[in-house]
């Protein structure tokens, strides 16, 4: 029987709590959290604030109640101020004040990661928003309702500026999507891919303010404008969603990090120190487009961690097959799917790469129901043709065959593989010369 303490409790830090709970072997399981909830899934925050959805219950899955009935004991509203990894000893306060010291055997740190703010003038403004917590998806709510809030900047066009830039307009706002690149979601997608979101966020009225870099935001005491390098924007609500980091401060140089300061894991999550595990965004991950350790912050790679360390601070061995960074997006009627490196960020990091692009109806040609186009690209070694990458765009849900790419990543598949894979026909489904076998067939 071991003492385990866990620091952070949401997507990362309750997978581990479930897998160390559910082996039933009677290890003590200590968890701290430093927020009021657990497993607050930020992907709903903007089917909420664009009301797609009603109500936010459904946007948790867990719960102190939940994981103490699994037998663990479980501190909300309580930090972990510093750990002593020799003496192995966690100093925390608690709820009440009360300052204390809890031991381990293993610890377990899942404090995830915190918001960039760009260092701007005026973003301690009222009205400039991070978006990160349920409790700041509840306040951009209430803010909304006041009708003077008429015009939302928001600050970076990645995964979360843009699923809020159109939950924004959905609830009849005006919007600027600024981003210092010349496309949104340019760290996922190539630009043929990206200005097809473009288009479609411009087809709803939104003003996209691209390659312009944030100077100042602007206003007395509450947000009246913001200022670019380029241009000046009058508006009443600044949001900022320039990507996450890592939350790391408890490793106090003790131990090792990437260069953004995640908490460098080997294959079971454990990091330079023994029996300190690092798990979701606070940790690196093994990136096998690159075959380097990475940053992807992504509930997908914190619950996976979690399960990972959850097995080995129990004594059963289990290693990562490293990640992809998968993820997708859906915008209006417009979905986005990518796994791996785009062809761009490739090159970007020095990789010599060819890529082979296809587009086609999804069903066969003469079904009479919905059989939107769908657009694909991968990208492969030049070198070795083993897939790096691939990405996928339509108006139809095909969001399901970038698992395939994703596992083909993983395995070190070639381009040359996938040009005879046996992939299902049916008309109501696909096409028997489908985009992926084409794409692949067109090879260089
Ligand atoms: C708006 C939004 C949408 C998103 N959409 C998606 C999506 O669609 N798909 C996807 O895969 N990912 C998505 N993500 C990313 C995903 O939410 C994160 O990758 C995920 O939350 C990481 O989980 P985590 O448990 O590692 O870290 P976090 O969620 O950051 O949780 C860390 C926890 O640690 C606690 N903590 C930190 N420091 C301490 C301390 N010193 N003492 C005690 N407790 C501490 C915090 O209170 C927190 O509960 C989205 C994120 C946001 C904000
Ligand atoms: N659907 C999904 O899978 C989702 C995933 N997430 C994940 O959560 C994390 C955080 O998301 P985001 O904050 O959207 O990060 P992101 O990395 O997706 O996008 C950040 C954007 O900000 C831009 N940027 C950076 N500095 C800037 C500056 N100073 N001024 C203007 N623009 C600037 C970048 O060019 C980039 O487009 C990411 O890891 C993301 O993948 C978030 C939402 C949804």
Redesign the pocket.
């Known amino acids: 029987m071991s003492k385990i303490v866990v620091v952070g409790a949401n997507h990362a830090g309750t997978a581990a709590i479930n897998t160390i709970t559910g082996f039933n072997e009677n290890n003590e399981v200590v968890v701290f959290d430093q927020n009021s909830n657990i497993s607050f899934l930020?992907?709903g925050m903007a089917l909420w604030i664009g009301e797609q959805i009603s109500k936010p219950d459904g946007l948790f899955y867990s719960n102190k109640e939940k994981l103490e009935s699994q037998g663990a004991k479980i501190n909300m509203n309580s930090s972990v101020d510093s750990v002593d990894f020799d003496k192995k000893i966690v100093h925390a306060t608690l709820e009440n004040g009360q300052k204390i010291e809890e031991s381990y055997d293993k610890l377990i740190l899942a404090t995830g990661?915190l918001?960039?703010v760009?260092n701007v003038k005026g973003k301690d403004l009222e009205n400039v928003q991070m978006v990160k917590l349920f409790q700041n998806a509840e306040d951009v709510i209430e803010k909304l309702k006041n009708p003077e809030i008429k015009t939302v900047a928001v600050?970076?066009?990645?995964?979360?500026?843009?699923?809020l830039a159109e939950a924004f307009e959905r609830k009849g706002k005006k919007v600027v999507l600024?981003?210092?690149?010349s496309t949104?979601?340019?760290?996922?997608y190539d630009i043929e891919f990206s200005t097809m979101m473009d288009k479609n966020l411009e087809s709803h009225g939104i003003q996209l303010a691209y390659g312009?870099?944030?100077k100042e935001i602007i206003g007395t005491t509450k947000v009246e404008g913001i200022i670019t390098d380029k241009n000046q924007y009058k508006c009443d609500m600044v949001i900022l969603?320039?990507?996450?980091r890592p939350n790391t401060a408890l490793g106090g140089g003790k131990l090792k990090t990437l260069a953004n300061g995640a908490y460098l894991v080997d294959e079971t999550q454990q990091t330079n120190v023994k029996d300190v595990y690092a798990i979701g965004?606070c940790a690196s991950v093994l990136f096998n487009s690159t075959g380097e350790n990475s940053y992807?912050?992504?509930?997908?790679n914190a619950v996976r961690s979690g399960l990972i360390a959850g097995h080995n601070v129990c004594g059963k061995h289990m290693e990562t097959n490293g990640v992809q960074?998968s993820?997708?997006?859906a915008i209006y009627d417009l979905k986005m799917v990518s796994t791996g490196l785009s062809e761009e960020r490739a090159k970007k990091l020095g990789l010599e790469v060819e890529s082979t692009s296809f587009e086609d109806l999804q069903k066969a040609a003469f079904i009479e129901t919905e059989n939107p186009k769908v657009k694909i690209k991968i990208v492969y070694d030049k070198n070795t043709r083993v897939v790096i990458g691939a990405q996928m765009a339509s108006t139809y849900d095909m969001s399901m065959g970038i698992h395939m790419f994703s596992l083909a990543i993983q395995e070190k598949v070639t381009i040359d593989r996938l040009k005879l894979l046996d992939i299902l026909f049916l008309p109501h489904f696909n096409q028997p010369y489908n985009y992926i076998t084409m794409a692949a067939l067109s090879a260089k």
Do not use: K, R
């Open positions: 930020g992907c990661s918001p960039i760009p600050v970076g066009a990645g995964y979360i500026g843009v699923e600024i981003d210092t690149m949104a979601l340019s760290n996922y312009e870099m944030v969603a320039v990507g996450f965004d992807i912050a992504l509930a997908t960074g993820n997708g997006i």
